[in-house]
């Protein structure tokens, strides 16, 4: 199960390496602003994370093997279809609201609830494999995507993009199940003697129970700190260095391929990291972590803006390498966080956390290109993401220590709590 999650992850990641590589091709093609690009990843972020506390509460009604085929169709199609567009809210309809909804429901709330119903020991490691899943299909895209733009036009890329994520549907219909049971195994880690359970009644009012679970979990002051923290992470991440990196380097000279491959490069050291996030994330402190995550993410972005050249020197390299081992490093202790405070909760609360993640990503993919359209260059928004990345690192330390929920009876019996994160 977790191996087809990991597959589906990298074939969804395909429509996350497309913007900043077509942003120049399209501006250059139909004259639209940086900002008006921006808007389209904009919608798209932030759909994709709307869509995930609805995404969890659909998985509990209609199972993971529906929801993620379905998803899939539509990037696919939200891919495809700019191929023949000639307006520019063609492409905030396709790339904003049909991909954002689909990668939206394939988006890390299905890796929360994978985890929890397929796991109860090593689940922070988990976690951090399918997290990297993002990162290795963008390691895998993103100079493919690049060099087929630059030798053959942005609409092959875009064709590839959608391509992939059709091939990935076979898969999930074959291989991807939604609980244990129904291969009669049970969690991974449960205790010696647990029977095999049958799958739940499914679950109805999937709306009234996202809702109400974002209600009972905005009454404490935890969930505020995890969703603002997050904002920031989604900011400095894929609103502005996955969004505007390519077009930076761009500005100074740099070649497209060879921008794409540094932020690919980036997706390996990402691997390596979110994977050893995971296996601390089991051992650590995970506010603790986090504290660490955002305030070396922070110092670098202050230096990144005297980085770029023509050329890559060794200095971008230093970059990249603390870029990468801390892109999505922040979600499996981020995940912890909201199984220790929220229990069997935990999935559709961390959907609504994640939600804050791309608002705060979208807010950022379109401020950014704002701020290139009008300065000319993006060196005030690397300098304000950098500060407010150290702005989370204190908020972070605020989570340091904090008490675990008590288990009910009943998640006890379930074994769906960890004994500890």
């Known amino acids: 199960m977790a191996g087809v999650t990991f597959l589906t992850i990298i074939g969804a990641a395909g429509f996350r390496s497309t913007p900043g590589v077509l942003m120049e091709p399209l501006h250059e093609e139909f004259g639209w602003s940086h900002g008006i690009i921006g808007s389209a990843v904009s919608l798209n972020l932030v759909l994709f994370g709307l869509t995930a506390p609805f995404s969890a509460a659909l998985m509990e009604r209609f199972g993971i093997r529906r929801v993620v085929a379905i998803a899939l169709v539509l990037v696919s199609v939200g891919s495809l279809l700019p191929v023949w567009m000639t307006q520019s809210w063609q492409l905030i309809v396709c790339w904003g609201l049909l ?28 976690s951090g494999v399918l997290t990297a899943a993002g990162a290795t299909g963008q390691l895998i895209f993103l100079p493919v995507l690049a060099h087929i733009a630059d030798a053959h036009g942005w609409r092959w890329s875009a064709a590839v993009t959608a391509g992939v994520a059709l091939l990935v549907v076979p898969l999930v219909l074959w291989r991807m199940r939604d609980y244990p049971g129904s291969v009669g195994a049970t969690p991974y880690g449960s205790p010696a003697g647990t029977p095999v359970a049958g799958p739940p009644a499914p ?4 709306a009234g129970l996202a809702v109400r679970t974002l209600r009972d979990a905005a009454r404490q002051p935890i969930f505020w700190l995890l969703a603002g923290t997050f904002a920031i992470c989604g900011a ?8 505007h990196f390519i077009p930076a380097a ?5 070649s497209e391929p060879t921008a794409a491959s540094l932020l690919a490069l980036i997706g390996v050291f990402d691997v390596v990291g979110t994977i050893f996030s995971g296996w601390l994330t089991d051992r650590m402190s995970s506010g603790a972590l986090l504290a660490i995550y955002y305030g070396l993410r922070g110092l670098s972005l202050f230096l990144l803006p005297t980085l770029f050249a023509v050329t890559v020197h060794p200095s971008m390299f230093v970059f990249i390498l603390f870029y990468g081992l801390d892109w999505v490093a922040t979600v499996p202790p981020t995940l912890a966080l909201c199984r220790q405070y929220f229990g069997e909760r935990a999935p559709i609360v961390f959907g609504w956390v994640f939600a804050s993640h791309q608002v705060g990503a979208a807010i950022a993919a379109v401020l950014a290109g704002a701020v290139r359209d009008r300065l000319g260059d993006y060196d005030l928004a690397w300098y304000v993401s ?11 330390l605020l989570m340091v220590g904090g008490r675990q929920r008590p288990a009910t009876p009943d998640e006890n019996a379930a074994a769906t709590v960890p004994a500890k994160v």
């Open 99 to 126: 991909v954002g909804l689909g990668t939206g429901s394939m988006s890390m709330a299905m890796v929360a609830t994978v985890t929890s119903r397929w796991f109860v020991a090593r689940r922070g490691l988990v």
């Open 203 to 206: 679950a109805t009012g999937i």
């Open 236 to 243: 400095s991440t894929n609103g502005l260095v996955g969004t």
């Open 250 to 254: 761009h500005d100074h000279g740099m």
């Open 386 to 396: 950098g500060a407010l990345c150290l702005l989370a690192a204190g908020l972070c």
